[in-house]
Protein backbone atom coordinates (compact mmCIF):
# COMPACT_ATOMS: atom_id res chain seq x y z
CA UNK A 1 0.00 0.00 0.00
CA UNK A 2 1.68 2.95 -1.32
CA UNK A 3 1.89 5.54 1.58
CA UNK A 4 2.45 9.66 1.47
CA UNK A 5 3.51 11.57 4.46
CA UNK A 6 3.35 15.37 4.56
CA UNK A 7 5.59 17.51 7.05
CA UNK A 8 6.60 20.73 7.22
CA UNK A 9 3.37 22.54 8.15
CA UNK A 10 2.86 25.43 10.88
CA UNK A 11 1.93 28.85 11.76
CA UNK A 12 3.94 31.79 9.99
CA UNK A 13 3.16 35.68 9.54
CA UNK A 14 2.19 37.13 6.52
CA UNK A 15 5.31 37.57 4.12
CA UNK A 16 6.79 34.36 5.48
CA UNK A 17 7.96 31.45 3.99
CA UNK A 18 7.23 27.30 4.61
CA UNK A 19 8.52 24.21 3.05
CA UNK A 20 6.34 21.41 2.90
CA UNK A 21 7.72 17.81 2.28
CA UNK A 22 5.72 14.76 1.11
CA UNK A 23 7.66 11.33 1.34
CA UNK A 24 6.61 8.70 -0.66
CA UNK A 25 6.59 5.30 0.45
CA UNK A 26 7.82 3.86 -3.27
CA UNK A 27 7.62 4.13 -6.41
CA UNK A 28 4.37 4.61 -7.81
CA UNK A 29 5.17 3.68 -11.22
CA UNK A 30 8.05 4.01 -14.11
CA UNK A 31 6.22 7.85 -14.19
CA UNK A 32 3.93 9.64 -11.82
CA UNK A 33 2.69 12.89 -10.87
CA UNK A 34 2.87 14.44 -7.80
CA UNK A 35 0.59 16.93 -6.60
CA UNK A 36 -0.12 19.54 -3.73
CA UNK A 37 -3.64 20.23 -2.63
CA UNK A 38 -5.03 22.34 -0.06
CA UNK A 39 -8.56 22.88 1.42
CA UNK A 40 -9.53 25.97 3.90
CA UNK A 41 -12.48 25.51 5.89
CA UNK A 42 -15.83 25.66 4.13
CA UNK A 43 -13.94 25.75 0.71
CA UNK A 44 -13.66 23.51 -1.76
CA UNK A 45 -10.13 21.29 -1.99
CA UNK A 46 -7.78 23.24 -4.73
CA UNK A 47 -4.83 22.28 -6.82
CA UNK A 48 -1.64 23.88 -6.27
CA UNK A 49 1.12 22.35 -7.92
CA UNK A 50 2.32 19.33 -9.02
CA UNK A 51 5.40 17.83 -10.66
CA UNK A 52 5.82 14.74 -13.20
CA UNK A 53 8.45 12.08 -12.00
CA UNK A 54 10.42 12.02 -15.29
CA UNK A 55 10.94 15.00 -16.94
CA UNK A 56 10.31 17.49 -13.82
CA UNK A 57 7.57 19.35 -15.80
CA UNK A 58 5.76 21.46 -13.27
CA UNK A 59 2.44 23.40 -12.97
CA UNK A 60 0.92 25.92 -10.44
CA UNK A 61 -2.40 27.15 -9.69
CA UNK A 62 -2.82 31.06 -10.96
CA UNK A 63 -2.94 32.15 -6.87
CA UNK A 64 0.40 30.57 -6.04
CA UNK A 65 2.35 30.89 -9.65
CA UNK A 66 5.50 33.07 -8.97
CA UNK A 67 4.87 31.89 -4.62
CA UNK A 68 5.18 28.76 -4.47
CA UNK A 69 7.75 25.85 -5.98
CA UNK A 70 7.56 22.07 -6.11
CA UNK A 71 10.79 20.08 -6.50
CA UNK A 72 11.53 16.44 -5.76
CA UNK A 73 14.22 14.02 -4.85
CA UNK A 74 13.76 11.26 -6.68
CA UNK A 75 16.57 9.75 -4.76
CA UNK A 76 14.31 9.93 -1.19
CA UNK A 77 11.12 9.32 -2.91
CA UNK A 78 9.96 13.44 -1.41
CA UNK A 79 8.34 16.06 -3.10
CA UNK A 80 9.03 19.37 -1.75
CA UNK A 81 6.65 22.57 -1.92
CA UNK A 82 8.31 25.82 -1.00
CA UNK A 83 5.91 28.72 -0.29
CA UNK A 84 7.11 32.24 -0.20
CA UNK A 85 5.81 35.20 0.40
CA UNK A 86 2.99 33.54 2.31
CA UNK A 87 -0.39 35.87 3.14
CA UNK A 88 -3.73 35.03 4.91
CA UNK A 89 -5.32 33.32 2.00
CA UNK A 90 -2.87 30.49 1.63
CA UNK A 91 -4.25 29.05 5.26
CA UNK A 92 -5.35 25.94 4.66
CA UNK A 93 -4.66 22.00 5.10
CA UNK A 94 -2.26 21.33 2.61
CA UNK A 95 -2.30 17.73 1.10
CA UNK A 96 -0.16 15.70 -0.92
CA UNK A 97 -0.78 13.46 -3.43
CA UNK A 98 0.61 11.06 -6.50
CA UNK A 99 -0.86 8.56 -9.56
CA UNK A 100 0.68 6.96 -12.44
CA UNK A 101 1.28 9.24 -15.50
CA UNK A 102 -1.34 9.10 -18.28
CA UNK A 103 -2.74 11.52 -20.52
CA UNK A 104 -5.77 12.53 -18.48
CA UNK A 105 -3.12 13.94 -15.75
CA UNK A 106 -0.66 15.21 -18.04
CA UNK A 107 -4.37 17.58 -19.63
CA UNK A 108 -5.18 18.21 -15.82
CA UNK A 109 -1.91 18.10 -13.21
CA UNK A 110 -4.25 19.81 -10.67
CA UNK A 111 -7.00 18.28 -10.48
CA UNK A 112 -7.85 15.85 -7.36
CA UNK A 113 -10.53 13.80 -8.01
CA UNK A 114 -7.56 11.98 -10.89
CA UNK A 115 -5.18 10.87 -7.91
CA UNK A 116 -5.04 8.00 -6.49
CA UNK A 117 -2.90 8.05 -3.13
CA UNK A 118 -3.11 10.92 -0.76
CA UNK A 119 -1.96 12.02 2.25
CA UNK A 120 -3.14 12.84 5.79
CA UNK A 121 -2.41 16.45 5.25
CA UNK A 122 -0.28 18.97 7.15
CA UNK A 123 -1.86 22.51 8.46
CA UNK A 124 -0.03 25.78 7.26
CA UNK A 125 -1.84 28.76 9.19
CA UNK A 126 -0.85 32.28 8.13
CA UNK A 127 -1.07 34.93 10.45
CA UNK A 128 -1.22 39.43 10.21
Known amino acids: QVQLVESGGGSVQAGGSLRLSCAISERIADSWFTGWFRQAPGKEREGVASINSNYGSTFYADSVKGRFAVSQDNAKNTVYLQMNSLNLEDTAMYYC?????????????????????WGQGTQVTVSS
Open 97 to 117: AARPSGPMIWESPLQASLYTY
